[in-house]
């Protein structure tokens, strides 16, 4: 085998760095610079001539920096001869914007997929895109990760009374069954209307919640504000508790407020992305392991599927 090495951006470097001691491998070393008017200057500090490179890199906020910060570094690579690189992208940012939903819009989802193949990228692997279908807008290989698996053992372990999974929103129900159907429960649905960007009402909930302790399951958490609409009118309706799980925590905004001032119980995240505040409600589970045994794969040419059979 030809050996491989992992490269990380400067979204990633904890993230990356327990991913190498989980495959007990060393962190290659590359310089990420930046001039005084902003621009990205990479060195690569090794050679990686005809070795496989994986980059681990969210491209989450600031998702701009993030995302060139990616392709500056893909491209420094494959000028260095390495044999084939794969974009190792824990939180895949732009990937709301997956279809023209009004007039004259982007699908910047496409774009970002244009430009990762353009850099010179082989594979991507991420985690609960946002859209399963941004899968068809690469013309290369892409493994999208179940969150769900992180998730299923702490709910499992909290022994909750009367569980019930619950989906967001209509968008969720597919991720929301899935889950459900791993765990055994019974699913509802709250029906909400989004007037706006970052803004939602809760309209309907869609099955029995009295005396059920309610688990919203979602690909992430922005503003938080759907959580907890969600969660106030859950409990309006007679649910005992409400916790949510998503994947990726971005927490813009005013988020970490509405968290700590809602009736959301506790909301259970991944570290795909670095948090910018606290809360008590938040807990954290680490998905490093779980991305460190897909890079092992990949590399060895076995099947990643299996690991969600």
Do not use: W
Not at 243 to 271: K, R
């Amino acid at each position: 085998m030809r050996g491989y090495k992992i490269f990380s951006g400067s979204a990633c470097t904890e993230f990356a760095a327990e991913v190498c001691r989980t495959l007990d491998v060393p962190l290659s070393k590359a310089s990420v610079k930046r001039f005084s008017d902003g621009e990205i200057n990479v060195q690569i500090s090794e050679s990686v001539r005809g070795r496989d490179v994986f980059i681990i890199q969210s491209t989450g906020a600031p998702s701009n920096d993030n995302l060139m910060e990616l392709l500056i570094m893909t491209d420094a690579l494959r000028r260095s001869s390495a044999s084939s690189i794969t974009a190792v992208v824990p939180y895949f940012g732009y990937a709301r914007q997956d279809r023209k939903a009004a007039p004259r819009v982007p699908i910047t989802a496409k774009l970002v997929a244009d430009m990762f193949e353009t850099a010179g990228i082989d594979r991507v692997v991420t985690i609960d895109l946002h859209a399963g279908q941004i899968q068809g807008f690469f013309d290369i290989p892409v493994d999208n990760l179940y969150g769900a698996i992180i998730f299923e053992e702490y709910i499992r372990a909290k022994n909750l009374p009367n569980p019930v999974i619950a989906s967001p929103d209509i968008g969720g129900v597919t991720r929301a069954r899935y889950f459900a159907e791993k765990l055994g429960l019974d699913m509802v649905i709250v029906d909400k209307r989004r007037e706006k960007a970052n803004e939602s009402e809760v309209m309907n909930i869609i099955g029995d919640v009295v005396g059920k302790d309610i688990i919203m399951i979602d690909d992430m958490v922005d503003t938080a504000g759907t959580m907890v609409k969600a969660a106030s009118a859950l409990k309006k309706r007679g649910a005992t508790s409400v916790m949510a799980c998503a994947t990726h925590g971005v927490l813009s905004g005013n988020a970490y407020e509405n968290l700590n001032n809602g009736e959301l119980d506790e909301l259970v995240i991944s570290n795909t992305l670095v948090l910018s505040g606290q809360s008590d409600k938040i807990k954290v589970l680490t998905v490093a392991p779980l991305f460190a045994e897909v890079i092992r794969r990949v590399y060895h040419n076995e099947s990643v599927n299996s690991l969600f059979s």
